[in-house]
């Protein structure tokens, strides 16, 4: 019992030299932990104003620009979608005020229509930062850089991009889309077997596809020059 006793009182005895050590400890330094809790409230209440009466306003001004913008774009006219008309801001000038405010669509609106007008490097530029979740839309995206360098006559490359957006759209009907394109792209290269490869892919995982419908003559115009 008295053993008891005795554990019970070094026990307290190491609580209470505990305490007053954190007592002792808060009393030395307590200007600069008020200090810390001060600069953590400072910083909240600003990343909340920020938020509210500069960033969620921006955003809004973003869209609002953005829809006669798209527009334009859905219309075919993508020299103005991109610059806009003296009224309406373009995709570039949304850019260049807002960044991705209004969204990631913007860049690959701006990234088509650049690559509509020939402005192949600036596309490129704009697709690769889309970053969209719809899998559809980033597989199109990819796709569309494998068409700008396509035009650059940077066939390889475009060859990279166009199984990236075939990866990406896999096991849905555009998949089939971009293996063509890849299968296509390898043959102006003179790399049939790689061809070969993409168009039976096509031919075995997409047979209902619309590619599918002709890819035969794809596979028999290479097993003809072989």
């Given at each position: 019992m008295a053993k008891k006793v005795k554990e019970e009182e070094i026990r307290q005895q190491n609580v209470a030299e505990a305490v007053s050590k954190t007592e002792e400890f808060f009393n030395k330094n307590s200007k600069y932990i008020y200090g810390c809790i001060t600069a953590v409230l400072v910083i909240a209440l600003l990343v909340i104003c920020y938020n509210r009466f500069i960033l969620q306003p921006k955003k809004a001004e973003a869209m609002e620009q953005m829809v006669q913008a798209e527009t334009w774009f859905a219309q075919g006219d993508y020299e103005t979608a991109?610059?806009?008309?003296?009224?309406?801001?373009?995709?570039?000038?949304?850019?260049?005020?807002?960044?991705?405010?209004?969204?990631?669509?913007?860049?690959?609106?701006?990234?088509?229509?650049?690559?509509?007008?020939?402005?192949?490097?600036?596309?490129?530029?704009?697709?690769?930062?889309?970053?969209?979740?719809?899998?559809?839309?980033?597989?199109?995206?990819?796709?569309?850089?494998?068409?700008?360098?396509?035009?650059?006559?940077?066939?390889?490359?475009?060859?990279?991009?166009?199984?990236?957006?075939?990866?990406?759209?896999f096991d849905t009907p555009y998949a089939a889309e971009y293996l063509i394109k890849a299968g296509i792209a390898a043959e102006s290269l003179g790399m049939n077997d790689e061809a070969l490869s993409f168009y039976k892919e096509v031919k075995d995982r997409y047979a209902t596809s619309p590619e599918a419908a002709e890819i035969d003559k794809y596979i028999t115009r290479i097993q003809n020059a072989q």
């Open positions: 991109l610059n806009g008309d003296g009224n309406f801001l373009g995709f570039l000038d949304i850019i260049d005020q807002y960044g991705a405010k209004g969204g990631q669509s913007v860049y690959f609106y701006a990234g088509v229509a650049s690559l509509q007008t020939g402005a192949y490097d600036d596309a490129i530029s704009f697709l690769k930062k889309y970053k969209g979740e719809d899998p559809i839309l980033l597989a199109r995206a990819q796709s569309c850089i494998g068409d700008a360098y396509v035009n650059k006559e940077e066939v390889e490359t475009a060859i990279q991009w166009f199984k990236k957006a075939a990866k990406t759209a």
